[in-house]
């Protein structure tokens, strides 16, 4: 394979190291979600003297059992950390379920559920207020969707918005989990260009992805982590 990979390379890839028996699917969702924060203390060191606030968008998929997994290990770094989980527990993955249990067994940070498919406007000024009325640093942590998206996430245009708003204002540092949710291989999905979350930095696995090629405006600084495959 190439420098740039589709996402049907990438989950052969995925599917052949777990049917080979070399890995499990929890075990690569453990090291995808420690290799992103890994890769966040090294965008910005500084972050190890501050007291940072973190906000981790939790998507329906594995995406989102990344996300777990991040906002658990964030938080055993002591960093303050609020859960906005756009999906239904019972619809997760095995493994993308054990990683929501497991951070709600921490008990450490609320976690806030939003409406599927379409966000109300009372949950989408609650993630604003806490991603953007903060003094201090704060994080935006992306994994709502991975590479497998294919229409356009117009339920979640209030908080795309709302973050496209903020951003030039605001001190908020945002991070996508492998991609950005709301971008394809092709680019954006759909017509409106605030539908795809815009990222500082994106933190990839295994090689890059096709969507960071065609999207790369969405990305920031693209950053690839090898998890074992």
Known sequence: MGEWITADQMRA????????????????????????????????????????????LCGPGNNGGDGF????????????VEVFFYGAADNLSPDARLNHDRWLALSV?????????????????????????????????????????????TGLQPILRAQETARDTVPVRHVSVDVPSGLAEAGPLGDDPLAVFRADLTVTFHKRKQAHLNGAEYCGQIVVKDIGL
């Not at 997994?69 to 303050?80: C, I, M, P, S, T």
């Not at 704060?138 to 590479?147: E, M, N, Q």
Request: no cysteine.
């Open 69 to 80: 997994v991040v906002a658990r290990l964030l938080a055993q770094r002591g960093v303050q």
């Open 13 to 56: 890839v995925e599917t052949e190291a777990i049917e080979s028996g070399r890995v499990t699917g929890e075990a690569l969702m453990e090291r995808a979600g420690r290799d992103v924060v890994e890769a966040i203390y090294e965008a910005w060191p500084d972050l190890g003297v501050s007291s940072p606030h973190a906000l981790v």
């Open 109 to 153: 940070g609320p976690t806030t559920k939003l409406t599927f498919p379409d966000v109300t406007a009372e949950e989408a000024a609650a993630f604003v207020k806490g991603a953007y009325s903060r003094s201090g640093t704060t994080l935006v942590i992306d994994a709502l969707f991975g590479i497998g998206l294919t229409r356009p996430i």
